[in-house]
């Protein structure tokens, strides 16, 4: 019965056919469902794609940063790294790590930790004091105390 409706479609003046116009709303309404959920989609993952660009990474390492009153503190995950190849670099509002990977002897039946370096930059929340950061390397764990810049509250001025 609908294959017959279909053939009895007749073209008008301009030569379409119902079936071709119905066919073209058909496919401007897909293209715009398409663009809408393009849109959402956008709007879902900005968040993550900003952070992904401010990121630069290779190989992603995990990383932890903790807020106290007077300090950031981030963890550094690094399973299997050696202290004397990790490459920690900072910058007023920047952390910046690169491990270096330790080759094993022998035939990898299995490989998932890769034997590429490991590196991470990430931009920080506040500025810190670059010349008084401390870090300590335990149980692949790298741990980084970055003091906090104190800002001196500003004195108030009277305007004259």
């Known amino acids: 019965m609908a294959m017959t409706n279909i053939l009895s479609m007749k073209s008008d003046s301009s030569g379409s056919s119902d079936l071709e116009r119905v066919i073209g709303r058909a496919a401007v309404e897909a293209a715009r469902m398409s663009s809408q959920a393009s849109q959402a989609a956008r709007k879902i993952l900005g968040d993550v794609a900003g952070e992904i660009?401010?990121?630069?990474?290779?190989?992603?390492?995990?990383?932890?940063?903790?807020?106290?009153?007077?300090?950031l503190i981030a963890l550094v995950a690094l399973p299997g790294a050696n202290k004397e190849k990790i490459d920690l670099r900072v910058t007023a509002?920047?952390?910046?790590?690169?491990?270096?990977?330790?080759?094993?002897?022998g035939k990898y039946l299995r490989q998932e930790m890769g034997t590429m370096g490991r590196k991470r930059e990430i931009k920080l929340p506040i500025e810190i004091k670059q010349e008084q950061v401390k870090a300590s390397f335990k149980d692949g764990i790298l741990e980084v105390h970055l003091p906090k810049l104190v800002v001196?509250?500003?004195?108030?001025?009277?305007?004259?």
């Open 93 to 105: 509002d920047s952390l910046y790590v690169d491990a270096k990977a330790t080759v094993r002897e």
């Open 152 to 160: 001196v509250n500003a004195q108030r001025v009277q305007v004259e």
């Open 53 to 71: 660009s401010e990121t630069k990474s290779y190989d992603l390492v995990p990383i932890d940063l903790i807020e106290t009153d007077d300090e």
